[in-house]
């Protein structure tokens, strides 16, 4: 392919340089935006973290994915100094710890050592008992004093990891309230990591448009602008704001009130802002002060990939090893804790002619382990099959075989206010839509009438949902026939509002 004097492919509309914190596959969002991008005539390169530490290069569609290594290595101060006023006695960070551990096994091998003399004593009087006794009583004093510090190092580790005590608070207080949105640098320095990864590679790319995916990433594409301009280039930031970063939580206090404090510093340089929802957009209007609306990019699936794929998914029954008449109940999408799959595995003694699919990308964690443990002590392990994703074009057909589709998601703000790209997969796959309570969702089912809404986290009420559908399927499919409705929640609808934006921004270069 021919370039021109800038590198740009013959015939590019311009760079855009896409960034996102993972490793894009199972990111479908981010996968269908690259991919429009670069069918619209961009020259799209998506900047990833490699989730192993090992750099990768492949295509999607006309766009090139790069992942980056991402060393997370910098630690905040109160990570490698002591804490005299908490545990005084615990032993500084760094190499001491394992030092005092080794000393304690050469002290015990040292005495097995002398006893071994002893034994020996009586034909060559190499060393006395009481050399033994007083060796014995030195290293036991020393041994307990370390591990007496390494119980004081444990401790305090352990309280560090959930930072919850009065000291933790009163600091995170202190630097949010002494910094504002400034306080990042204290409360968690380890996001200057993702700029020494992917700033110089983003300044070598000499993208026209930035577009950062969600929260950690819109501080590395206003910087990387920033500097662009100081250079003489205009460059225009997109903000793509996945959910609302308040509303997510992490179990490291420090580390919620730091990632909210870097979007705070970093979202006024965006020239553009798009999400998913309008009550999103409504709460990052008024956490942003934005004086532009929020464009609405739906999560909504890219049909028409199956057209230009090739290879035709596999059968969702036949994974499962079930008949087309046996039911079948198919959640797709991370498996965790708020995604309320519990519920699922606890019914099914209670549907026992049901079998359930849950299509996730994280098999292997304690959680879905639990999960697995919990169907086989209700003698219904058989009827639970934990089955791996499939590519984004396959999966509405992939799951098109199912009976109905689950979503039972717990309360949570981020819960409320979006409507999820596996709620379109099961419409455009026809299923009915069992769904908890959340609100966004349940106004959208009332509306259209696909599907029944349940009690989060009652499963007398889950059970009457799913029997509802799986009873009367027909009268929820029906509502899919409804004129322009599935075509309003397609991704080529929503990649139209992308090139339109992109369009708009697409900047001058400064002199």
């Keep these: 392919m021919r370039k021109t004097d800038n590198g740009l492919p013959q015939g590019s509309r311009g760079r855009i340089v896409m960034l996102v914190d993972n490793g894009v596959h199972g990111d479908s969002r981010v996968q269908k935006v690259a991919r429009s991008a670069a069918q619209m005539g961009w020259d799209v390169i998506l900047l990833g973290r490699s989730p192993d530490g090992k750099p990768r290069r492949w295509r ?117 309230k002494a910094m504002g949105k400034r306080s ?59 959910e609302y970063r308040p509303g997510v939580g992490h179990s490291n206090p420090r580390r919620h009130v730091a990632y909210c404090a870097n979007e705070l510093e970093f979202v006024p340089y965006a020239d553009s802002v798009i999400t998913v929802s309008e009550p999103l957009a409504d709460l990052l209007i008024e956490r942003h002060k934005l004086t532009t609306r929020p464009s609405i990019v739906l999560n909504a699936p890219d049909v028409a990939w199956r057209d230009d794929a090739g290879e035709a998914p596999p059968k969702l029954r036949d994974l499962c090893g079930i008949t087309d008449d046996t039911p079948l109940l198919v959640y797709c999408g991370v498996a965790s804790a708020p995604r309320g799959l519990d519920i699922m595995v606890e019914a099914l003694p209670m549907i026992p002619a049901a079998h359930v699919a849950l299509v996730i990308n994280n098999h292997g964690t304690p959680y879905v382990r639990k999960l697995v443990a919990r169907a086989k002590a209700l003698q219904a392990g058989h009827r639970l099959h ?112 992308l090139g339109e934006l992109y369009d708009e921004l697409k900047p001058r270069t400064l002199a």
């Design 184 to 242: 990042w640098r204290q409360l968690d320095p380890m996001l200057w990591d993702y700029e020494l990864s992917f700033g110089p590679v983003i300044d070598k790319l000499r993208p026209a448009i930035i577009h950062a995916h969600d929260s950690r990433m819109i501080a590395v594409g206003a910087r990387a602008k920033l500097r662009a301009q100081a250079r003489g280039r205009d460059v225009k930031l997109v903000w793509d704001a996945h």
């Design 386 to 497: 934990i089955l791996p994703y499939v590519d984004p074009y396959q999966i509405v057909p992939f799951l098109s075989q199912a009976d109905a589709g689950v979503h039972p998601l717990h309360h949570t703000l981020n819960h409320e206010i979006g409507v999820s790209t596996k709620f379109y997969e099961y419409a455009h796959a026809g299923l009915p839509i069992v769904v908890s309570d959340v609100k966004l969702m349940t106004e959208t089912i009332q509306q259209v009438g696909n599907g029944v809404v349940f009690k989060a986290k009652n499963l007398a009420d889950y059970i009457r949902a799913v029997y509802n559908v799986l009873d009367d399927p027909r009268r929820y499919r029906a509502a899919y026939e409804a004129p322009g409705l599935l075509d309003a929640w397609t991704w080529a609808r929503q990649a139209r509002i």
């Design 60 to 176: 999607l569609g006309d766009a090139r994915v790069r992942l980056l290594t991402v060393p997370l290595t910098t630690k905040a101060r109160y990570q490698v100094r002591r804490a005299p006023l908490r545990r005084p006695l615990a032993y500084p960070p760094g190499p001491v710890i394992a030092q005092r551990k080794r000393e304690v096994e050469l002290r015990r091998l040292k005495l097995t050592t002398l006893r071994a003399k002893l034994a020996a004593a009586d034909r060559s009087r190499l060393v006395s008992r009481g050399t033994v006794l007083v060796t014995k009583v030195v290293y036991g004093v020393a041994n307990r004093w370390v591990r007496v510090r390494l119980s004081q190092t444990e401790s305090l580790a352990e309280a560090r990891k959930n930072l919850a005590g009065p000291i933790d608070r009163f600091a995170v207080a202190f630097w949010e």
